[in-house]
């Protein structure tokens, strides 16, 4: 039996519902689409990171001369655009390792975590600061415990820490992030870790370096910064 619609009304209808039903479905394969574009966007960002920090770290050795060694101070490391890959950092027991990029905005972290700017930077003996979204890169940040080794790396070398504590925040509270708790590696997320929404406190790690490393930050201070 074929049903034919007569009436205006009818005929309107259906194409109400027909629009209704490509609405709907446009709409769910962009729900669908935007998951692994962010995806795949990361994982492209990982490859070319690691490539250019191997081409950079290859350039560092070329170049080493006896020369007076890089000074820095304990914190407010150098800005670089945003996106910029600075280093790499890695939590071996958690199996996580990811580029760190230039800056905390949201397509920044979209694509890996992020360095906090103003903070110490990488191989600084100030307070390192690196945030990430908890519902990607920094995901399985849930799941780290005290004295976990975290390994934070640039061309110029490879620094090592370990978890001193970890405690929640309210989000304005920037004082975690105060040079003064340096040297220091700090690593912010939001929490609950499932929350739906804005997240209302932050997840918040605290490592310091280990015996090997600490020398090493204090040796790169200016004279007069490295004995206090």
Known sequence: MILRCTSRSARGLVRFLLAVHWVT??????????????????????????????????????????????RQLP??????????????FEVPRLHLSYVVLSGTDNRT?????????????????????IA????????KLEWI??????????????????????????????EVLDPAHGPALTLVTCFPFEYVGAAPLRFVVRALPDE???????ASLPAGLAGR
Not at 132 to 139: A, L, M
Not at 157 to 163: L, S
Not at 212 to 218: D, G, Q, S
């Open 25 to 70: 479905l446009w709409a769910g394969v962009s729900l669908l689409a935007w998951p692994m574009f962010v995806t795949l966007e990361s994982q492209v960002t990982q490859w070319a990171g690691e490539r250019q920090l191997a081409a950079a770290s290859q350039a560092a050795k070329e170049k080493e001369k006896i020369v007076e060694p890089r």
């Open 75 to 88: 914190a407010g490391g150098k800005q670089q655009p945003g996106g910029t890959v600075l280093g790499r």
């Open 109 to 129: 972290l979209d694509k890996s975590i992020g360095w906090v700017e103003g903070t110490s930077a990488i191989g600084g003996a100030g307070n390192i600061g």
């Open 132 to 139: 990430g979204h908890r519902n990607t890169h920094f995901r």
């Open 145 to 174: 415990r005290r004295d976990d080794e975290i390994k934070l790396s640039s061309p110029d070398g490879e620094y090592c820490y370990r978890v001193e504590w970890i405690r929640l925040f309210n989000p304005h509270d920037f």
């Open 212 to 218: 090997n490393t600490r020398p090493r930050l204090r």
